[in-house]
């Protein structure tokens, strides 16, 4: 390798070998549904079904495969906010040797617990990868152990390139890749495969607009999509990206909670945050084209208790769900009365809570807030106005 060019392509196929048999070649789906929402032929790269369910491994096995005997002796420590620990200690397992993760203290679960399962030892600190970054570099300077990096390393992007290999013949009339940017990582290893086998392909980055560094934007904030919240560029993928990406565009947390709920719904994929930036900058209309673009979901890893707040934002955003403050007589029956008469417009009541003390509302009067079940914006709407029809107050919460 040519230290600060990043990997050739002679590095990359020569990681695609080390990979055989370990990373799985994830399908790419056309999506109908996708296509006719974009108005192009959209195809998504489920990376979600990956092992340890991201694109990480390929760039994790792909490191600890070329250590020396004595680097194994001496282990491997990473930071990171799920993925790459999860993908390290997979990998660590697998060459039967000894991985500790740093990873943020509010990193989800969901990975923390895949990680040490994988039988690695953990480290929670800081509020972000780049806090875990600083816990990880000491140990290796202090233990020996070798620090794999998520992204700045030649190593691992060759591993991420491999997938840039597989969509090149899973696609070969591939117009536009977007792929997600964290640190960078992935989408550099693809645009130097894409370079040196289909260099007119366009190639788009992704980030989250509370954490776009790559994209202009701010530098910190919180994210659903926590797997890409890296608030510094690499200092090798930095300008590998400035080289090889068409451009680099950020996405709202809206637009990403819609693609993860649209994803799950329509796709049967279950993607998360990092995942879905792909197909939320195609379907808010940021990228260009009329060709086939292929999406890279990254990782399927969410917490499950994000998901579900995460799918009942999503819902409420489509008029799925309706929550809404009336005001009614505090006497028996009246209750009854107004869910019999909602039940006529066939929405479904998910729960009823009465407010009485502190409510600035006559002593004999009880409020009342509902949340129900609907089709659609416009099913809301005609709930809304038979409530009023029917002479209650009513006011929209959702």
Known sequence: ?????????????????????????????????????A????????????????????????????????????GVVTASAGNHGQAVAWAARQA????????????????????RGYGATIELGGEMFDD??????????????????????????????????ELVEQLPDVETVIAAVGGGGLASGIGLALRELRPE??????????????AGGRKRGFTIAD?????????????????????????SEEEISAAIVLLLERAKLLVEGAGAVTLAALLSGQVAGDGPVAVILSGGNIDPTLLISVMRHGLTLEGRYLVVRSRMPDRPGELLKLLALVAKERVNVLSVEHHREGMHIPVSETEVELTLVTRDEEHCDAVLAAMRGWGYPVERIT
């Open 201 to 214: 392909v366009k190639l788009i980055g992704v980030q989250a607009a509370a954490c776009a560094p790559f």
């Open 227 to 251: 797997g890409i919240a890296v608030k510094s560029p690499g200092a090798l993928t930095a300008p590998l990206l400035a080289d090889l990406a068409e451009d680099i565009i950020a996405v």
């Open 132 to 165: 875990a970054l600083a816990g990880a570099l000491e140990r290796a300077e202090s233990t020996g152990a070798t620090f794999i990096h998520a992204f700045d390393d030649e190593t691992v992007i060759a591993g991420q390139g491999t997938l840039g290999l």
């Open 39 to 74: 108005g192009r032929p959209v195809h998504l790269k489920a990376e979600n079904l990956q092992r340890t369910g991201s694109f990480k491994v390929r760039g994790a096995y792909n490191k600890i495969a070329t250590l020396t005997d004595a680097e194994r002796a001496a």
């Open 1 to 37: 390798m040519t230290r600060g060019t990043g990997p050739t392509l002679s590095d990359i196929q020569a990681a695609r070998k080390r990979l055989e048999g370990t990373a799985r070649v994830t399908p790419l789906y056309g999506s109908e549904t996708f296509s006719r929402f």
């Open 96 to 115: 039967g040797i000894a991985a500790t993760i740093h990873m943020p203290q509010d990193a989800p679960m969901t990975k923390i617990d895949a990680t």
